[in-house]
């Protein structure tokens, strides 16, 4: 057998597994484009509704480009004064319980994740106990409003600066990722706790933090329960709340009203639904692309096991 013939039947099965591979690569980018497009249609259809005629889109009609287009959902909820009230508070809260919820949460991870912590075990399942069971809504409002937290602004970013589960997705962070090497180096070049902390531990951690920020920030900024709960003034409403007051307001005026006048009212409820979509998660949408480097990173070194 000539060498070219050796070479040739040595080489047949690697075409056949490249050409195996490709066509398993082509199967899965199908699936891949098709679970993209089932996620991204539901979003790219709110978007196309908010600009389209509400009757269009209520007969099935608005399937990829907007019909009987429209401005006037975002010209009515503008015409609100205190929407850019909303967004103010909003901007405020998520900004401030932000930096609050990383600074109390990876603190606390990272005291947790030290092996030389006095009753760690205790404290880990203390808070752990707090995930399954809690005094529920009545004994914390007595709470809130023993503390004088009530109607005020740091109600919406102190109490429930908390949150378990980024605690112990951290915590996981710091004991695999973070060398316990580093530490004893530190000792020996007479840096203390706070310091190795502080110049060590956090620049290291940019992952992780970025991926609680982004977790953290979501939360403030959809929260509309608590501000419903803890607040009465107007002027510290966020923008979920005023907007849902917006459209609860519109409903109820189009269905005390008759004839003409209730269909327009109706016409307008319908369409602003959608166009409070779009203002409520634009700035969120905005922010993720900056941080999404960072995120699948830190949520596959973050991951929770033992």
Known sequence: MSVMETAAITRTPRVKRRSRMSVAEAIMYVFAILFLIAIMYPIYF???????????????????FPKG??????????????????????????????????????????ALSRKDLVGRKF????????????????????????????????????????????MIVARTFFQTSIPGDLWEAAQIDGCGNLRYFVLVVL?????????????????YWNSYFNALIYLKDPNLYPLQLILR????????????????AAQVALRLANLMRYSVIIIAT?????????????????????????
């Open 245 to 260: 007051n917006i459209l609860i307001t519109n409903q109820m005026q189009s269905g005390m009203g008759t004839g003409e």
């Open 203 to 219: 620049p290291l951690s940019k992952a992780i933090i970025a991926v609680l920020g982004l977790w953290i920030a979501v939360g």
């Open 123 to 166: 404290f880990s399942l203390f808070f752990i106990f707090t995930m399954f069971f809690s005094g529920g809504l009545i004994p914390t409002f007595l709470t809130i409003r023993d503390f004088h937290l009530y109607n005020t602004f740091l109600v919406m970013v102190l109490p429930f600066s908390v949150v378990v589960f980024d």
């Open 46 to 64: 709110i978007v196309i509704a908010s600009f389209s005629d509400p009757s269009s889109v209520a007969n099935g009609q608005v399937w990829v």
């Open 282 to 306: 634009i700035p969120i949408m905005c922010v993720y692309p900056f941080i999404q480097k960072y995120f699948n990173q830190g949520v596959m070194i973050g991951a929770v096991k033992e």
């Open 69 to 110: 287009f429209t401005l006037e959902g975002y010209k009515e909820l503008l015409r609100h004064e205190n929407i850019w009230i909303g967004y103010r508070n909003t901007i405020l809260y998520t900004v401030v319980g932000t930096l609050i919820g990383l600074v109390v949460n990876i603190s606390a991870a990272y």
